[in-house]
């Protein structure tokens, strides 16, 4: 089923960055189309934190208030879908310009002026067995998200499948949560190496980290981690498996571990369709954009929340979305005064000492 409708806006993604786009449209009464296949990186979590007058509630019931928000506005509307092709075309009912048309697997197609993909990132689970079980719920890879509520266990920091200066950085962050210090002296922060710290064969920025953070009480552990266990129901938590150079293994307690896996783009199949560009960040590819308006390489596309944003949180995907109703707006004004310009030119229109509605107000051209 092909809608016959012109969108001004279709919106692929209805996380924060989609809904905030579709807010500031609302605002300048530009219509758009949400589409969503209600799938969300954040599934599993209970809470959101570090989002200001949202600071611990439900992400579904930030969503919620968010729709409730837009719809008083009367011009979105939604659809459930998966979408697996975008293209941009020649759209006979915008005077022939390039706009963008998207089908869903199930047959369904719509067509818009411009495109927003607020279609985020997946984190790629590693390899370690008991990850995917413990994933996100005592695994935390933002430490402003997570790990607050349980900062008085003991946590450690997971350097898998090697560490990183990235894992050293979060030892300080999780030393920020957590100042006190267990009975053995130490902080409760223990780095989880996955095997033998060589400070003078790794670069040298993660080898000085390493031995600040060691002089602030952080625990050191080069025992290979070959399995994480879940804890539940007795505590909450996860146990983690160590084995050393002697084959002993050990079974460890902490509140949470600190992990930030690699990500993919979710969208590759249309990022690759449209032609966009995309650059490497810290932890994987995003798509790249303009600053502040989020614009790509494909005039009329933009990426707005995770798939963008080289830091993903649900501010940031906030931020980029309102810069993408902006440049979607100035986008379309452009194209709206276009229209305006060429109308007075086929009408052959001289606007000279009075106004095109006969006021006598003079218009400079």
Known sequence: MTTTRLYDALIIGSGPGGLTVALGLARQSRSCLVISHQRFRNDGIKASHAVLGHDHVHPQAILAKAREQIDRYGNTSYAEAEIVTAQRRNIA????????????????????????????????????????????????????CDGWERRRSEKAILGFPSFKLHDSKMASMALGQDTDRGDDGFARVTMLTNGPFESDKTDPATAKQVKAVMTRGVKLDERKVIQLENAEPDREGVYVHLKDEGGRIERVFFGFLVHKPDTRLNAERLIEQLGLEIVPGMFGNVVKTEPMIPATNVPGVYAAGDSGNLMTHVTTAMSSGMGAAGGIVHYLNEKDDEDGLSMVKQQDTVIEGRGVDGTGCSIDT
């Open 93 to 144: 009912r915008w005077h022939g310009r390039k706009g963008f048309q998207v089908k869903s697997k199930d047959g369904r197609s719509w067509t818009g002026k411009t495109l927003v993909l607020a279609t985020g990132v997946g984190d790629v689970m590693p390899a370690l067995e008991g990850y995917q079980e413990n994933w996100p719920r005592n695994i935390y890879q933002c430490l402003f």
